[in-house]
């Protein structure tokens, strides 16, 4: 059967299939590569200020202290399902900074600064991969204004937080984030396993959209062990990566299968699978997802819950992830990007600024009368 090839990969599969017979052609590759400045060259157009590694580097080594159970406060990774709006993000970054010198005593507040969007089908990619949100796919723009937004959440003096999804974006971005995740699509993912066994910060590894805990589990052991395979240096030549493991990997439970696992049964499931595999229980509940139905309403109830596991001495939990926005719920992505309500979100809903404030000075209250 014969395919329509667009223009561009037509013009690259003639150059590269000898003869151009329509019947080869259409058995030819249907992709063809634009060029991706080198990250050694955009760490060099955006450099880090010495502030904004300060932030970084305190970042993770609070988390890894929170970790390592030296600092007792949890982590609270907060922040819109995805940045999609850079000006919108900046201001809620703003927010958030002041939110977290507030809560500073009780909570740990990182930037949820989420630009790679794992789809369960189709659907917009994030920022990095569709920044003009029109499907026109300009990834060099989209590393470039990812990397400039960090930047500046940085020399706020805000850590982020991220999932890594393209194997390639940490070579970009790594530098910039102080926690990391591995979503449930793809913590079962060997490659991913192996590019969390090279960075430098503290990972959350999802349990499955099943629900189901081996994936993360598995995926912490793996990742805490070194390894070898193939990516990319500085430079953007292809490499081979040598790695020394992660010891910093934890479980993200974000429900899946049609039920939440927040619930105090949940985690002591969690907890027990963790201590079988020989690994230190170390839980970060995610509000959302599985855990909400992905009604944004419902997050402060799953924080509420947690909240009261702490007052009862859950110690496997070490932390909360909650998406959060400006303006409560979300939108579709319209043809015209203007037309977009400012500061809603464009994928999974979010609760607004004003409940964020009230939900997390509510559990930092909570938390101080437990000292
Ligand atoms: O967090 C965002 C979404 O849950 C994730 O990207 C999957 O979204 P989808 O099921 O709408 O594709
Ligand atoms: C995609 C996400 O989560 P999950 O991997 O749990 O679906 C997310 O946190 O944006």
């Known amino acids: 059967m014969k395919r329509d090839l667009p223009t561009a990969p037509v013009a690259a599969c003639q150059a590269s299939c000898p003869p151009a017979d329509e019947d080869l052609l259409a058995e030819c590759p249907f992709a063809y590569t634009e060029p991706m400045p080198s990250p050694a060259a955009l760490r060099l157009e955006q450099p880090a200020s010495s502030r904004a590694m300060q932030t970084v580097i305190h970042g993770r080594r609070v988390l890894r202290n929170i970790l390592d159970r030296r600092d007792p406060r949890p982590m609270v990774v907060v922040g819109p399902c995805s940045i999609h709006d850079p000006v919108a993000g900046r201001d809620y970054a703003q927010r958030l900074k002041q939110l977290a010198d507030e809560l500073a005593d009780s909570l740990y507040l990182v930037m949820r600064v989420y630009f790679e969007k794992p789809r369960s089908c189709t659907g917009w990619k994030g920022l990095i991969n569709d920044p003009h949100l029109d499907a026109s796919c300009r990834i060099a723009d989209g590393m470039r ?3 400039r937004f960090l930047l500046d959440v940085a020399d706020l003096g805000l850590p982020a937080a991220t999932e890594v999804l393209d194997p ?12 990391a995740a591995i979503g449930a699509r793809t913590a079962e993912s060997q490659i991913h396993r192996e590019i969390a066994s090279a960075l430098p910060m503290p990972i959350g590894f999802k349990n499955g959209t099943d629900g189901g805990l081996d994936a993360a589990v598995n995926a912490i052991v793996a990742a805490s062990r070194p390894h070898s395979f193939l990516g990319l240096d500085a430079s953007g030549q292809v490499a081979i990566v040598r790695t020394q493991g992660n010891r910093l990997g934890h479980a993200v439970l974000r429900g899946g299968g049609g039920k939440p696992n927040y619930d105090a049964a949940s985690v002591a ?6 201590q079988k595999a020989g690994l230190v229980p170390s839980i970060v509940v995610d509000c959302s997802h599985g855990n909400s139905s992905k009604d944004h309403a419902r997050q402060k109830q799953v924080l509420q819950d947690v909240v009261t596991q702490w007052q009862a001495g859950e110690a ?5 992830m909650i998406e959060s926005f400006i303006e409560a719920g979300n939108q579709p992505l ?6 977009l309500r400012y500061g809603c979100s464009i994928t999974d809903a979010c609760v607004s600024w004003s409940d964020t404030e009230t939900m997390l000075r509510e559990a930092a209250q909570a938390l101080r009368q437990l000292r």
Do not use: H, K, T
Request: charged share 15%; no cysteine; aromatic share 6%.
């Open 145 to 147: 204004e990812a990397r």
């Open 168 to 179: 390639l974006s940490p070579q970009y971005l790594g530098e910039l984030l102080s926690w």
């Open 269 to 274: 499931q969690a907890r027990n699978a963790l």
């Open 316 to 320: 496997a939990i070490v932390g909360v």
């Open 334 to 339: 319209l043809a015209d990007p203007a037309q």
